[in-house]
Each structure stands twice: as structure tokens, then as C-alpha cells.
Nanobody, 123 residues
Framework: QVQLVESGGGLVQAGGSLRLSCAASGRSFSRYGMGWFRQAPGKEREFVTNISWSGGETYYVDSVKGRFTISRDNARNTVALQMNSLKPEDTAVYYC????????????????WGHGTQVTVSS
């Protein structure tokens, strides 16, 4: 069992930056691939990025490549999402998710989810 709690969301102007954090409790965090997803009002949950259990592999949706960076600290049971050059279309609730041993861009393949943190980018 893994519990996930996101933090770091807020309101920022376009072009600004935010750093989201996801704290995991429970056993064996280092066994889990971690993903960030987002959901805007009236839209489906969308894949943003993921990172392998070791941190050695990362993947990004094209719309955030070069602007967002995912990282993890297995000693501290945390995963972070650094978001730079934010755009109004990045506005959404951001969720972190955990999947045992591997990653995916499909949300239904993840075992555990946080409750989300709101990111709002004003133009």
C-alpha cells in the first residue's frame, strides 16, 4: 500500500515556474514507477510525464518537453515536477501516481493516486 500526497500547486502568471512535490508513504517506494497526470475542467485525465523506479528513464508528453522536469529521491520517498515557462493551457489539477515496477502513459495502469494539487496559470 502506498499513500501519495501532492503539494506545491498555486496561481502563477504565464512564463512563471512552479515546483510540485509528491510525498509517498508506505513500503518500498523505490519499487514503483511514478507518473504525473493532469486534468483540466471538462477534459479527460492526461499523461504529463513519468519516471522509472530507478530514475534512469523519463518520458514526457510533447507539450511539456523542454519545460517540465521530473525527478525522484528514493531516500526521501519523493518525486518532484519542476515546471518552467508555464502557459495558460497548463492549468489543471495535477496528480501523481504509482505503478509497481514499471511506468506507463495510461492512467488506468497505475495502482495508487494522490488527491491532486491545483495549478492555475493566468495569461
Amino acid at each position: 500500500q502506498v499513500q501519495l500526497v501532492e503539494s506545491g500547486g498555486g496561481l502563477v502568471q504565464a512564463g512563471g515556474s512552479l515546483r510540485l512535490s509528491c510525498a509517498a508513504s508506505g513500503r518500498s517506494f523505490s519499487r514503483y514507477g511514478m507518473g504525473w497526470f493532469r486534468q483540466a475542467p471538462g477534459k479527460e485525465r492526461e499523461f504529463v510525464t513519468n519516471i522509472s523506479w530507478s530514475g534512469g528513464e523519463t518520458y514526457y508528453v510533447d507539450s511539456v518537453k523542454g519545460r517540465f522536469t521530473i525527478s525522484r529521491d528514493n531516500a526521501r520517498n519523493t518525486v518532484a515536477l519542476q515546471m518552467n515557462s508555464l502557459k495558460p493551457e497548463d492549468t489543471a489539477v495535477y496528480y501523481c501516481a504509482a505503478r509497481l515496477w514499471s511506468c506507463s502513459s495510461h492512467p488506468y495502469r497505475y495502482n495508487y493516486w494522490g488527491h491532486g494539487t491545483q495549478v492555475t496559470v493566468s495569461s
